[in-house]
């Protein structure tokens, strides 16, 4: 058990629809990382929070968002959602911004109907 | 652009040693890390290597690093089944720690 937790674990939900996904970090982590996990594109980085703020971008869509809350947790955002959105979403957190250490939570399977 | 880039399926008799490898293409890369995913699970940070280090033992395993070759490669020791799964290369740079860039993974079975 990596101390990262992810709600809910399954979802299932129709072309169209938003979904927020959860995370929380590891206690005292600052840093939040999103991934997702496809079968055609592997493991992604789609979004760094650290401490409130959002520190670095990767292959997010227009489509998602994310946002760090005041007692570090974090939110994916996931709106107009394709077939293609059908993924496991991982979050993983780590100490400090620059920390090489990231440890993974359990991930959330999303299926787009 | 960044890559990396691995072998799909590894098998190994049960005691035996595997070696999985893996290679970069990033050479500013200052990280490289060893996650494991096993069934319905997140990944779990098995080892990470510096790129000014040739080598890493860690209990049974060990990494070693060709940083002229960009290649890594994990070799576990007397493999058992608990160690089927899929592992993941991955690296990073030290100015963007948070953009980890992970290979396509290598299924690792365990025959009897």
């Known amino acids: 058990d990596s101390g990262v937790t992810q709600t809910p674990k399954h979802l299932i939900t129709a072309t169209g629809q938003r979904v927020t996904l959860r995370c929380s970090p590891r206690s005292g982590d600052l840093s939040v990382y999103w991934y997702q996990q496809s079968l055609d594109q592997g493991l992604q980085f789609l979004i760094h929070y650290y401490n409130g703020e959002e520190r670095a971008k990767g292959n997010i869509l227009e489509r998602f968002s994310a946002q760090q809350f005041p007692d570090l947790h974090s939110e994916l955002n996931l709106s107009s959602l394709e077939l293609g959105d059908s993924a496991l979403y991982f979050c993983a957190s780590s100490l400090e911004s620059s920390d090489y250490e990231q440890y993974f939570g359990p991930g959330t399977r999303l299926t787009v109907t | 652009g960044e890559d990396v880039e691995q072998s799909l399926f590894l098998s190994v008799r049960e005691g035996d040693s595997s070696v999985i490898n893996c290679t970069y293409t990033d050479s500013s890369s200052t990280y490289l890390y060893w996650y494991k995913q096993e069934p319905g699970a997140g990944l779990q940070l098995l080892t990470y290597i510096f790129s000014n280090m040739d080598m890493k033992q860690d209990q049974r395993l060990t990494v070693l690093l060709n940083k002229k070759d960009k290649h890594l490669s994990l070799r576990i020791a007397d493999t058992q089944t608990g160690d089927s799964a899929i592992y993941f290369c991955?690296?990073?740079?030290?100015?963007?720690?948070?953009?980890?860039?992970f290979g396509s993974g290598t299924r690792l079975s365990i025959r009897p």
């Open positions: 991955a690296e990073g740079a030290y100015s963007s720690a948070s953009k980890i860039i």
